[in-house]
């Protein structure tokens, strides 16, 4: 396709298409050119790479904007080609030619009317016109005044063949050809294009694409507001599904400067647009997708996924009024505390532990603010454990220290199955408690997690294979789970086995073994005296519960930089793990030396 296409426009620039002219005007170089009785008449035609005097499509306000060939532009310079017309010198006729004579546009003077003249490349129908587009008074010094467009369809049938051709469900290209009858006909085509996007039939992509396309800054193709908004109406009744409905919602306007003047629709207008919105996205097959069209309604009010900045008033007041198209339920609810709309505690509460929605509501809360504070407190004490992160992760920014109820509630959740993450949040939010605090804690876990950690863990199995390395003393994932806590929370004695774990073993070769190596590489004595030879990779502590990941390895890392330890090196670490006293592990760090 994309080779067709840049063929076609290396035949462009080959030769000036054909085209059905309905303007009394010359529309090529060649008539222009006849023109030229001097001193009477005079024409000039100037090379360049830019288009002369006012004559620049994108800045008339009656120029009809249709999908640009941008091949040729990007394969070739472009070069225009600018013919003037003086009688007497007065200037009465201007005209914009391609590199290859394809006429563009131009602007024809009498006495007292200036007229805007355009070749239109209708690629949905297959034809090309030049039509007049618009017309203004002139004043005594020739100056134009205010253009008012000009209908096309008073000077050709193209209502005719669209209808024809979007009546036709085997059109390709449907928003192509909806965009295109829209831009050219203006008013003209709102019964046609009011017929295609409530009909049913018509599928969600076109309409969506229409939309997207039609809601640009710049100009709108109908003469007055009516015409959008009657035509958002007509789209609305027919209950859109949430993607063309949310893409229609684009072209509203909001706040003091103006968007989107393809469509333009104000606020006030769009009621019934938001209500349909609303019920689509109410009605979404998926938790997912729901949450999706959520989301885009919420960008769409000019808010972002973060209770910092909420939404444009004006937007989230007419979201309110509407919210009652909604289906009752979970949904709405959802809805209304996403707009900050009037929820009861109850329907607040159901939100907080909805298995499908809670998430998103925690990730919302602001748990320095005391209803929301105590919104994540009835969640995780509500809450199945398996969606507990989520809250657990909100209620880690939280810069007071826990609360009494709140640290019997978290210690008692530590000794549930939770997932890595959501037990480093769990578990900083109980370091951010009182020195003796902790240790209370501490001593509760201790005795509801089972053996303490000052018990000597079971000697570990040698390797089968003679040059395996092994890690003496690895604990299993629950005692991690649990020296990670004690650690935490102020255990010296549990900070050795998390070093332990983290630590990665290097693999040593055994004297004499079938390719043992020699030298330094090789450890005498023993296999059983091996741990105390080979020395540990370097190891990093992690910062934030958000660095856990799924690895019992990570929270391990994690308790570690609770417990105050910093970056390990493997010197320090053997160090540290040779050491007879338990609280060597994390030595305070050494005073700078004075000046």
């Known amino acids: 396709m994309l080779a067709a296409a840049w063929l076609s426009g290396c035949m462009r620039c080959s030769r000036a298409e054909d085209f059905e002219s309905y303007v009394d005007d010359p529309t090529t170089l060649e008539a222009l050119r006849g023109l030229h009785e001097p001193p009477d008449v005079v024409v000039a035609v100037t090379e360049g790479a830019k288009e002369s005097g006012n004559m620049a499509c994108g ?21 225009y080609q600018n013919a003037t017309v003086k009688k007497g010198g007065v200037l009465m006729y201007e005209a914009v030619f391609h590199h290859n004579g394809q006429f563009m546009r131009a602007t024809a003077r009498d006495a007292t009317v200036a007229r805007e003249i355009q070749f239109l490349d209708l690629n949905a129908l297959d034809r090309n016109v030049v039509v007049e587009v618009g017309r203004a008074p002139l004043d005594a010094s020739g100056k134009p005044g205010k253009f008012k467009k000009t209908r096309v369809q008073a000077q050709v049938d193209l209502l005719t063949p669209y209808t024809k051709l979007l009546g036709d469900p085997a059109t390709p290209q449907r928003s192509v050809a909806l965009l295109e009858v829209t831009r050219v006909l203006g008013d003209d085509a709102l019964s046609l294009v009011r017929a295609r996007l409530a009909d049913p039939k018509e599928s969600a992509e076109v309409k969506t694409e229409f939309f997207h396309a039609m809601c640009y800054p710049g100009a709108s193709p109908f003469e007055g507001s009516g015409g959008a908004r009657d035509l958002m109406h007509a789209f609305a009744a027919a209950q859109p599904s949430a993607g063309p409905a949310l893409a229609a919602l684009e072209c509203c306007e909001r706040g003091p400067e103006p968007r989107n003047a393809g469509l333009k629709v104000s606020l006030s207008e769009a009621r019934p647009l938001i209500e349909a919105t609303l019920r689509a996205i109410g009605q979404a097959p998926t938790t997912r997708e729901f949450l999706e069209h959520s989301a885009a309604l919420y960008l769409w009010a000019g ?28 949904r709405r609810n959802y809805l209304a505390f996403l707009f900050d709309a009037p929820l009861s505690e109850a329907d607040l509460r159901a939100l907080a532990v909805h298995p499908e929605l809670a998430s998103e509501v925690h990730s919302r809360l602001d748990p320095n603010q005391a209803a929301d504070y105590e919104l994540l407190i009835y969640a995780l004490d509500d809450t199945d454990v398996t969606h507990v992160g989520s809250a657990l992760g909100r209620l880690y920014s939280r810069t007071a220290a826990p609360t009494p109820a709140e640290r019997e509630l978290l210690t008692e959740l530590y000794t549930k199955e939770l997932a890595p993450r959501a037990r480093a949040a769990l578990l900083g939010r109980l370091a951010q408690s009182s020195a003796a605090e902790r240790s209370a804690v501490a001593a509760l876990l201790r005795e509801r997690m089972g053996r303490s950690g000052t018990e000597p863990a079971a000697p570990a199995q040698l390797p089968a294979a003679p040059n395996e390395g092994y890690l003496p003393e690895r604990p299993s994932e629950r005692d991690v789970v649990r020296h990670a806590a004690l650690a935490a929370l102020g255990s010296s004695a549990d900070q050795r086995p998390l070093l332990r774990h983290v630590g990665r073993y290097e693999l040593c070769e055994v004297p004499g073994s079938p390719g043992g190596a020699t030298g330094t590489a090789a450890i005498a004595g023993p296999r059983s005296e091996r741990a105390a030879r080979c020395g540990f990779e370097p190891v990093t502590v992690l910062a934030r519960p958000d660095d856990v990941f799924a690895e019992h390895t990570d929270l391990a890392r994690y308790a570690l930089g609770l417990a105050g330890c910093g970056d390990f090196d493997a010197i320090r670490m053997q160090q540290a793990l040779d050491a007879s006293a338990a609280g060597e592990l994390c030595p305070p760090p050494a005073p700078a030396p004075s000046p």
């Open 59 to 79: 800045h008339s306000p009656v120029c009809i904007i249709l999908l640009p060939a941008v091949v040729e532009d990007l394969a070739f310079p472009v070069r």
């Open 303 to 330: 808010g972002v996924k973060s209770p910092e900045t909420p939404p444009d008033k004006d937007a989230a007041a007419a979201i309110h009024m509407a919210l009652e198209a909604c289906p009752a339920g979970a």
